[in-house]
Nanobody, 124 residues
Framework: QVQLVESGGGLVQAGGSLRLSCAVSGRTFSRYNMAWFRQAPGKEREFVASSSWSTDSTYYTDSAKGRFTVSRDNAKNTVYLQMNSLKPEDTAGYYC?????????????????WGQGTQVTVSS
């Protein structure tokens, strides 16, 4: 059983920063491809960023490039999303997801495991 637990969300002013964490249970964390998605009220869940274990590479949606950084600490079974220069349109619930098979997929259905989410609210 794999469990993902996010933390680090909160209320921040526009231009500020937050670092989200996702702690993953399970001893094969280093072999999971990890991703961050977000979902605003009334909208579909959308891909934000991902980290591939097999290629040790990262990938970002256009709106995240240059502002967000995804990283992982395999020793701590944790993946992070550092978010800088936050904008009100970044307001959403943020979810981490894990897939043992798909690398850098933007599709929700390709991820087998999900966290419960953490809320990020950016005020203008």
């Amino acid at each position: 059983q794999v469990q993902l637990v996010e933390s680090g969300g909160g209320l921040v002013q526009a231009g500020g920063s937050l670092r989200l964490s996702c702690a993953v249970s399970g001893r094969t964390f280093s072999r999971y491809n990890m991703a961050w998605f977000r979902q605003a009220p009334g909208k579909e869940r959308e891909f934000v960023a991902s980290s591939s274990w097999s290629t040790d590479s990262t990938y970002y949606t256009d709106s995240a490039k240059g502002r967000f950084t995804v990283s992982r600490d395999n020793a701590k079974n944790t993946v992070y999303l550092q978010m800088n220069s936050l904008k009100p349109e970044d307001t959403a619930g943020y979810y981490c997801a894990a897939s043992p098979y798909y690398s850098h997929s933007r599709s929700v259905s390709d991820y087998d495991y999900w966290g419960q989410g953490t809320q990020v609210t950016v005020s203008s």
